[in-house]
């Protein structure tokens, strides 16, 4: 084993959930307006993108308080590298998201209960904090889509693993995974 499961942590959104998929589907669908995932060159949309406010901060409510019924995807490979990662240790998530149980409710139907059991999840409610929890959880490493909290990661001693974003692509020099078999190979042959 290269590095043991328990020691990796991960964020959600961009990470384990495929938060762009949804957010370019319900603009579309809803709102009638195109974005492309390569328009996404921030990490706050409303940076880069000329479109109304209100929607975007419509659809992210939706995605924060009814991630299910908004469709809310996994990343292709999350569900079974994290059910094979559960057969180790706990599977710890922490998230900005303010609110912990829509999320958790989303989780609990994504990973199945078996696997959820196993599940530490924190939500923090900010996105300047994770530092201190990934310690207190006692992770080593941690994969994040925002370069920022990455950087503040490394400058903590944690080793941050950047899940590759258009939003964060250019921005940092740290170690990138481009999807969830490279986690699975963080760990094992
Ligand atoms: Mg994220």
């Known amino acids: 084993m290269k590095i ?3 020691l990796i942590g991960f964020d959600i959104d961009g990470v384990v959930a495929d938060t762009m998929e ?3 589907r319900l603009a579309a669908e809803d709102y009638g307006v195109s974005v492309l995932p390569e328009d996404i060159t921030r990490f706050q949309v409303e940076k880069c993108l000329d ?3 209100n929607m975007i901060n419509e659809i992210f409510d ?3 308080f009814e991630p299910e019924k908004s469709g809310l995807m996994p990343m292709d490979y999350a569900p079974a590298v994290l059910e094979e990662f559960s057969r180790y240790g706990p599977l710890t998530f922490i998230t900005a998201r303010p609110h912990r ?6 989780l609990k139907a994504t990973l199945g209960h078996e696997v959820f059991k196993k599940v530490r999840l924190v939500a923090t409610g900010e996105h300047d904090g994770k530092v201190d929890y990934v310690r207190e959880m006692d992770l080593q490493y941690f994969v994040d889509d925002r370069a920022q909290t990455c950087r503040q990661l490394a400058d903590a001693g944690i080793s941050p693993i950047v899940f590759h974003q258009p939003w964060n692509a250019g921005r940092h020099e740290l170690q990138i995974v481009d999807n969830w078999l490279s ?3 963080l760990c094992f042959i």
């Open 4 to 6: 043991h499961p328990k």
């Open 22 to 24: 949804a957010f370019i």
């Open 51 to 53: 479109v109304d406010l």
């Open 101 to 106: 149980d829509p999320i958790a409710a989303w």
């Open 62 to 64: 939706r995605l924060l």
């Open 183 to 185: 986690i699975r190979e």
